[in-house]
C-alpha cells in the first residue's frame, strides 16, 4: 500500500480561446457599428401645405437674406444689429404688442441671423413669433 500523498495538479486557466472569442466579437461590432458625423448633416428647410395668408395689420414681415441682411414690411433694415432691427420693429409694429411677428428666412440664410430678430422681437415685447414655409406645391410663401 503506497500511503505517500499525490502530487495534486494545479488546475490551468487558459485564456487564449477566450481573447480569441473576445476578438471575435470585436471584430463584429466594429463591423456592424454605423458611425454618423453631426457635422455632415443634410438639412432640408421645413415645408407646409397651407393657403397664403391675407395681409393683416397685426402682422410684421421680416425678412431675412443668405447674407444676413434684414428687411422689415419690405423696407430694408440698415445695420446688422439687434438695437437697429429691434428699433425698426419698434416702429413697424402697429398694434402694439399684439402684432405677429413672421420671419421669412432664406433657406442659405445664417441660423444667427434668425435668432438675432427672435431676440430684437424679444426686446420689444413682441411674443408672437412665427415663421414662413414654402409651399410643396409650388413656390408660395405662406404662414405658419
Given at each position: 500500500?503506497?500511503?505517500?500523498?499525490?502530487a495534486k495538479d494545479e488546475p490551468e486557466i487558459n485564456l487564449i480561446p477566450f481573447?480569441?472569442?473576445?476578438?471575435?466579437?470585436?471584430?463584429?461590432?466594429?463591423?456592424?457599428?454605423?458611425?454618423?458625423?453631426?457635422?455632415?448633416?443634410?438639412?432640408?428647410?421645413?415645408?407646409?401645405?397651407?393657403?397664403?395668408?391675407?395681409?393683416?395689420?397685426?402682422?410684421?414681415?421680416?425678412?431675412?437674406?443668405?447674407?444676413?441682411?434684414?428687411?422689415?414690411?419690405?423696407?430694408?433694415?440698415?445695420?446688422?444689429?439687434?438695437?437697429?432691427?429691434?428699433?425698426?420693429?419698434?416702429?413697424?409694429?402697429?398694434?402694439?404688442?399684439?402684432?405677429?411677428?413672421?420671419?421669412?428666412?432664406?433657406?442659405?440664410?445664417?441660423?444667427?441671423?434668425?435668432?438675432?430678430?427672435?431676440?430684437?422681437?424679444?426686446?420689444?415685447?413682441l411674443t408672437q413669433i412665427t415663421f414662413a414655409t414654402q409651399s410643396s406645391a409650388?413656390?408660395?410663401?405662406?404662414?405658419?
Amino acid at each position: 500500500m503506497n500511503f505517500r500523498p499525490r502530487a495534486k495538479d494545479e488546475p490551468e486557466i487558459n485564456l487564449i480561446p477566450f481573447i480569441d472569442v473576445l476578438l471575435v466579437i470585436l471584430i463584429f461590432l466594429m463591423l456592424t457599428t454605423t458611425y454618423s458625423k453631426f457635422t455632415e448633416l443634410q438639412l432640408t428647410l421645413p415645408v407646409a401645405d397651407a393657403e397664403q395668408q391675407r395681409d393683416h395689420p397685426k402682422e410684421v414681415i421680416v425678412s431675412v437674406a443668405a447674407d444676413g441682411r434684414y428687411a422689415v414690411n419690405k423696407t430694408g433694415v440698415e445695420g446688422k444689429s439687434v438695437d437697429a432691427i429691434a428699433q425698426v420693429l419698434r416702429t413697424a409694429s402697429t398694434a402694439g404688442r399684439d402684432s405677429v411677428v413672421i420671419i421669412s428666412a432664406d433657406a442659405m440664410s445664417p441660423h444667427q441671423s434668425v435668432v438675432t430678430v427672435m431676440e430684437a422681437a424679444r426686446r420689444v415685447g413682441l411674443t408672437q413669433i412665427t415663421f414662413a414655409t414654402q409651399s410643396s406645391a409650388s413656390g408660395r410663401a405662406a404662414s405658419r
